[in-house]
């Protein structure tokens, strides 16, 4: 376990579903995008997260994929499988259902919609740790589920079960984030799930980030986590503002339509989504591909 956890500090991909011009899933693209981010230097690969577009995955998509990112990743660096769900039983009989080789741990977004409360959240935490053979990741983003999963119930879990081993903070709120990382239990993995306040967060004692950006520069944003992890603020502050821009852009119209712009113009996967998601104006890929072919 204490071999995963330092692995899982650093940077990891919250990594694209690529598809055909047909819009079935593009398998030979994942294998490019598996070396493309292990050769820049990630530390970690997240699979089936919401810039997946893991909703619009079939049951028999999402285990052929997940074999394929497995395979491609030939035990290189630990992969993170996205499994989450609004309806707790549902989810528990998923993960014991599921093959999930190959994966080290999962990460587990706060149940969408319902709006559990707090205890809620606990007992549905609990029961999914109990129920699963690998360490699960919390993850807290309520601009998607409009649920806050607050410090005191990540903390409480976080000292309840050994198998929970961090949590994917994207709450944009540098309270909070700083009050997880002042409470949190030795060897709790606190990580960012927000690329531009994910800098400011190591420098203050997170572990790193899943990052969507690293997607597509994976070089330059490894860089800028590692700086912040050696806590040099000037190169972390310098980087982080030449690289704002670039984040600026890719998600001015929504994740992942903007990173897939960004890896298209890298011939890396085609600039496909699927409904309701679409890629991004023409005036917008035009400023992204001026980016990348000038910075990468």
Do not use: W
């Not at 606990?122 to 309520?142: D, E, G, R």
């Amino acid at each position: 376990m204490n071999n995963l956890i330092q692995n899982l500090r650093g940077v990891g991909v919250a990594i694209i579903t690529p598809f055909k011009n047909d819009f079935s899933v593009d398998y030979d693209s994942i294998d490019r995008l598996v070396n493309y981010v292990i050769d820049g230097g990630v530390n970690y690969i997240v699979v089936h997260g919401t810039t997946g577009e893991s909703s619009t995955l079939t049951e028999k998509e999402k285990i052929e994929s997940r074999k394929a990112f497995v395979k491609s990743n030939n035990e290189r660096v630990p992969l993170v499988i996205g499994i989450g769900s609004n309806y707790t039983d549902s989810l528990v009989r998923y993960i014991k259902k599921s093959n999930l080789e190959g994966f080290s741990a999962i990460l587990s977004v706060t149940p969408y919609y319902n709006k559990p409360s707090q205890e809620g959240l606990f007992q549905h935490y609990s029961i999914t740790a109990k129920s699963s053979k690998i360490p699960l990741i919390l993850y807290n983003v309520p601009g998607r589920t409009s649920c806050n999963m607050e410090p005191k119930t990540v903390i409480r879990l976080a000292k309840s079960h050994k198998n929970i081993i961090g949590i994917k903070e994207a709450k944009e709120d540098m309270y909070q984030m700083c009050e997880l990382i002042k409470n949190k239990p030795k060897d709790f993995l606190i990580i960012s799930g927000d690329d531009q306040t994910a800098p400011i967060s190591v420098l203050n004692g997170a572990d790193g980030v899943i990052s969507v950006a690293a997607g597509s520069i994976p070089k330059l944003f490894s860089k800028l986590i590692e700086n912040a992890l050696k806590r040099d603020k000037v190169k972390t502050h310098d980087l982080l503002n030449y690289i704002k821009p670039f984040l600026k852009l890719i998600f001015e119209e929504g994740n992942p339509s903007g990173i897939k712009a960004a890896l298209s113009s890298k011939k890396i996967c085609k600039n496909i989504l699927r409904l309701p998601l679409v890629p991004v104006s023409a005036n917008l890929l035009t400023k992204i591909e001026k980016f990348i072919s000038e910075n990468t």
